[in-house]
């Protein structure tokens, strides 16, 4: 069964970089787009970005500038990096797996499984 | 970028109602759209994929239907532990959005 465990700095000041690390265990790193999601207090889920193991992403437009997802096959993990934090960029962050099949109509998507989240604070 | 909204933003039902969650996207997703459900303080979870199939594990009282820009995951019979926020969620142009949530809470 496949788990996701993830860390990194939970408490930075305004302008600093955010850095997380997500490691897979126990499943197979290719074939799945590895992605990160994150949800302020209190509201709803954003998706920021995704890598598959040959390093190929896709980033949402509206943090593009900021984000840089990397992946190391050789210990199975990903990484995250977003830069110029503000208060807004508050939130519990979450890796997850996602699996993405592009089908005549459309294109299916879902994440399983999700990392356990971590609270990013970004405060002065 | 393809909206999704959710229905209604709180449902309050009792252990043992049927629960039915609407999800409308602002344009076709033909089939490809996944149900979520999180407990506070926990990750989401998969529920629902491709519109109708039940992830591995869930129960079979979760069932979800619908097509082109408006679904429905239906909770036939409520338990305790079913009392959560559900996200629906959605991949178009390699952009992912999901819902705002529906929280369904104890009556």
């Known amino acids: 069964q496949v788990q996701l465990q993830q860390w990194g700095a939970g408490l930075l000041k305004p302008s600093e970089t955010l850095s997380l690390t997500c490691a897979v265990y126990?499943?197979?790193?290719?074939?799945?787009?590895w992605s990160w999601i994150r949800q302020p207090p209190g509201k709803g889920l954003e998706w920021i970005g995704e890598?598959?193991?040959?390093?190929?992403?896709n980033y949402n437009p509206s943090l593009k500038s900021r984000v840089t997802i990397s992946v190391d096959t050789s210990k199975n993990q990903f990484s995250l990096k977003l830069s110029s934090v503000t208060a807004a960029d508050t939130a519990v962050y979450y890796c997850?797996?996602?699996?993405?099949?592009?089908?005549?109509?459309?294109?299916?998507?879902?994440?399983?499984?999700w990392g356990q989240g971590t609270l990013v604070t970004v405060s002065s | 970028e393809i909206v999704l909204t959710q229905s209604p933003a709180t449902l309050s039902l009792s252990p043992g109602e049927r629960a039915t969650l609407s999800c409308r996207a602002s344009q076709s997703v033909s089939s490809y759209l996944a149900w979520y459900q999180q407990k506070p303080g926990q990750a989401p979870r998969l529920l629902i994929y491709d519109a109708s199939n039940r992830a591995t594990g869930i129960p079979a009282r979760f069932s979800g239907s619908g097509s082109g820009t408006d679904f429905t995951l239906t909770i036939s019979s409520l338990e305790p532990e079913d009392f959560a926020v559900y996200y629906c969620?959605?991949?178009?142009?390699?952009?992912?959005?999901f819902g705002p949530g529906t929280k369904v809470d104890i009556k």
């Open positions: 126990g499943g197979s790193f290719s074939g799945y787009y």
């Open positions: 969620q959605q991949r178009s142009n390699w952009l992912v959005t």
């Open positions: 997850a797996r996602g699996k993405i099949a592009v089908a005549g109509t459309g294109v299916r998507s879902w994440f399983d499984p």
């Open positions: 890598i598959n193991h040959s390093g190929s992403t």
